[in-house]
C-alpha cells in the first residue's frame, strides 16, 4: 500500500494501473455540508499478472498534487474500471473533470444479477464471496482531516483489495449464467453524463407528490428550480436552502406576501431570512405565472383510473417475485413497485420492465396475464403459471 501525496508518484502510480487490463477503484468523500462533494481519499489496485505484480495505491487529492494522470487513466479504454455502487464515485469524476470513466463495471449491480439481493453492500459480498472480515468502524470517519490514521488507510485499502476477488468471482458467475449483457446494459446507465448532470429545469422530478394539479406542480417546478441554483451557487444540500416538505407546502398554499411565508410550518431557519423569503415569493409569482402547457407532466396522474389495478399491482408483485426466485436476480433490478403500478394502469411507454433482458425474464409474462392469458396458481414449488384459454386454464 502506497500513500501517494506528491506529483511523481501519482504520474508513476498512474502509469503502473494502466498496465492492467482492471483496476478497482473506491473514494472517500465528505458531503453533508456541501452540495458537490468534497474528494479526500482516491483509492486504486490492480492484482498480479504478466503485466507485473500487484498494487495498492490511496491518493491524497488534499495534497499538493494535479489529479489530471488520474482522468487521463479514467479515460483510458484499454482498462477495465470496477467499483461498487459507482454512481456516487462516478459523480465525483464528472464534477472534477466532466468525464465518466469508461468502460466500467459495477460489482452490486453483477451482485443483484447474481442473486446476492438487493443494492447488497460489499461488507456482505466480501464476506461472502472473498471468506473476510471488513472493520468498518473508520466508515463514518472525517476523511478531511490530516494527517489520516493508520487504521482510516488501511480501511480504505481494503476497499479495492477485496473488490478484486469480488469482481473475478461475479465475472465468472456472470459467463457462467450467459447474464454478462444484463450488467453491461445496466451499466449504460452508469455511462450516460446525463445520469449525473441535474437539469434545473428537471430538478421538480425528485420532490415527490401524486397531485396532477397543473398550478401546483407548476410552483413545485418553480420553486425546485430555484432552490437547486441556489443550493449550488452557495455549494450547500438542497434541504439546507428549502426541505421537500417545505416546497410542497408553499405550493399548496402559494403566499403571495412575507407574513404569510412565514406561517409555513415546514419553513426553516434559512427560508425566513428576508431575502430568501423575496426570493421564494419570486418563484411562487414564476410558477403561478407559467403558460398552461408548461407545468410537469406525470402521465399516470392524468389517466382515468383503471378498475382493479391496485388488484392487478398486486398480481404483478406475485408474479415477479416467482419470476425473480426462479432466475435468481433481485426483484428491484427487475422492476420497481411504481413501474408496476404503470403497467397494471396500462402505461407501456417508458417502462423499464419491458425493455431488453427485463422484457424476456419478466415483462412478457406480466403483459399476458395483464391480458388474461396466463394467472397464477399455488404449486408444490411456489407459485406457477397457468397458462389459459378464453379466460379457462387449459385443460378444463
Known amino acids: 500500500m502506497h500513500l501517494i501525496t506528491n506529483q511523481d508518484e501519482l504520474n508513476s502510480a498512474c502509469d503502473i494501473l494502466a498496465e492492467a487490463p482492471y483496476i478497482t477503484i473506491d473514494t472517500e468523500f465528505m458531503r453533508e455540508r456541501t452540495y458537490w462533494p468534497k474528494l479526500c481519499l482516491l483509492q486504486f489496485a490492480r492484482a498480479a499478472g504478466s503485466w507485473g505484480e500487484e498494487a495498492v495505491f490511496l491518493v491524497d487529492p488534499m495534497a499538493d498534487i494535479d489529479l489530471e494522470p488520474v482522468f487521463t487513466l479514467m479515460a483510458d479504454t484499454s482498462t477495465l474500471k470496477v467499483f461498487h455502487a459507482a454512481r456516487q464515485d462516478i459523480e ?26 438487493d443494492q447488497v453492500g460489499y461488507e456482505t459480498l466480501v ?13 463514518f470517519t472525517d476523511w478531511a482531516r490530516r494527517p489520516l490514521s493508520s487504521k482510516q488507510l488501511n480501511y480504505a485499502a481494503g476497499d479495492v483489495t477485496h473488490l478484486r476477488v469480488v469482481y473475478e468471482s461475479l465475472g465468472d458467475q456472470l459467463e457462467k449464467s450467459g447474464r454478462s449483457s444484463w450488467v453491461e446494459a445496466e451499466m449504460a446507465v452508469l455511462r450516460a453524463l ?19 394539479d397543473s398550478r401546483f406542480l407548476a410552483v413545485v417546478k418553480s420553486l425546485a428550480k430555484w432552490r437547486e441554483d441556489e443550493a449550488r451557487k452557495r455549494d450547500v444540500p438542497r434541504g439546507r436552502i428549502l426541505k421537500d416538505d417545505a416546497v410542497l407546502e408553499i405550493a399548496a398554499n402559494r403566499p403571495k406576501t412575507r407574513e404569510q411565508l412565514l406561517g409555513s410550518r415546514s419553513l426553516q431557519r434559512e427560508g425566513r431570512k428576508p431575502e430568501v423569503c423575496d426570493a421564494i415569493l419570486a418563484a411562487v409569482v414564476a ?11 406525470n402521465p399516470r396522474h392524468h389517466m382515468p383510473p383503471r378498475p382493479g389495478a391496485q ?21 428491484r433490478l427487475i422492476a420497481s413497485s411504481s ?33 388474461g392469458e396466463i394467472a397464477l396458481s399455488a404449486g408444490p414449488s411456489g407459485v406457477e403459471i397457468v397458462e389459459l384459454t378464453n379466460g379457462q386454464a387449459a385443460g378444463d
Not at 469524476?93 to 449491480?109: C, E, K, S, W, Y
Not at 388488484?311 to 426483484?331: C, E, F, I, R, T
Request: hydrophobic share 40%; proline share 6%.
Open 92 to 117: 465525483i469524476f464528472v464534477n472534477l473533470a466532466g468525464v465518466v470513466p469508461i468502460p466500467i463495471f459495477d460489482t452490486q449491480v453483477a451482485a443483484m444479477v447474481c442473486g446476492y439481493g
Open 127 to 139: 464476506k461472502r464471496i472473498a471468506n473476510a472480515q471488513l472493520d468498518k468502524s473508520s466508515r
Open 194 to 212: 446525463s445520469t449525473y448532470v441535474v437539469d434545473p429545469d428537471e430538478a421538480w422530478r425528485r420532490v415527490k407528490t401524486r397531485s396532477n
Open 287 to 297: 410558477g403561478e405565472e407559467a403558460p398552461p402547457e408548461q407545468p410537469p407532466h
Open 311 to 331: 388488484a392487478l399491482s398486486d398480481l404483478l408483485k406475485v408474479l415477479l417475485k416467482a419470476k425473480a426466485d426462479k432466475l435468481g436476480v433481485a426483484q
Open 339 to 371: 413501474e408496476l403500478e404503470d403497467l397494471a394502469q396500462g402505461l407501456r411507454d417508458g417502462v423499464k420492465a419491458l425493455e431488453g433482458w427485463r422484457m424476456e425474464a419478466f415483462g412478457q409474462e406480466a403483459l399476458r396475464l395483464i391480458n
